[in-house]
């Protein structure tokens, strides 16, 4: 059965950079598409990117499009979300999943899989 960690959450400033990793063990998600999501306090989750089993195809959420960047690296088992200009609207804890569609991943549907524990994001003003 797959697990999740994500890593890479933190404290910093507005403008500041993250990257967040998800590794995967327990199979290999090469032929799957990743997800990343958040949900802030109070509210519900909500898909920030996805990109397809060979990186080829990404799609952002309009809040995060040009700040923010998916890749993967299947030979690692492991996907990396990195976060510049970041916003104290982006302060949430940030999760990744997996899903079957693939290569036009979209982070609108349902059927993602595999959540982690998650890693904070906070962004101080």
């Known amino acids: 059965q797959l697990q999740f960690v994500e890593t890479g959450g933190g404290l910093v400033q507005i403008g500041e950079s993250l990257r967040l990793s998800c590794t995967f063990s327990?199979?290999?998600?090469?032929?799957?598409?990743i997800g990343w999501f958040r949900q802030a306090p109070g509210k519900e989750r909500e898909g920030v990117s996805c990109?397809?089993?060979?990186?080829?195809?990404?799609n952002y959420a309009d809040s995060v499009e040009g700040r923010f960047t998916i890749s993967r690296d299947n030979a690692r088992n492991t996907a990396y979300l990195q976060m510049n200009s970041l916003k104290p609207e982006d302060t949430a804890v940030y999760y990744c999943?997996?899903?079957?569609?693939?290569?036009?991943?979209?982070?609108?549907?349902?059927?993602?899989?595999?959540w982690g524990q998650g890693t904070q994001v906070t962004v101080s003003s």
């Open positions: 999943a997996v899903h079957s569609r693939d290569p036009y991943c979209s982070i609108l549907i349902p059927g993602y899989v595999g």
């Open positions: 327990g199979g290999t998600v090469a032929y799957v598409s």
């Open positions: 990109t397809s089993s060979n990186g080829s195809y990404t």
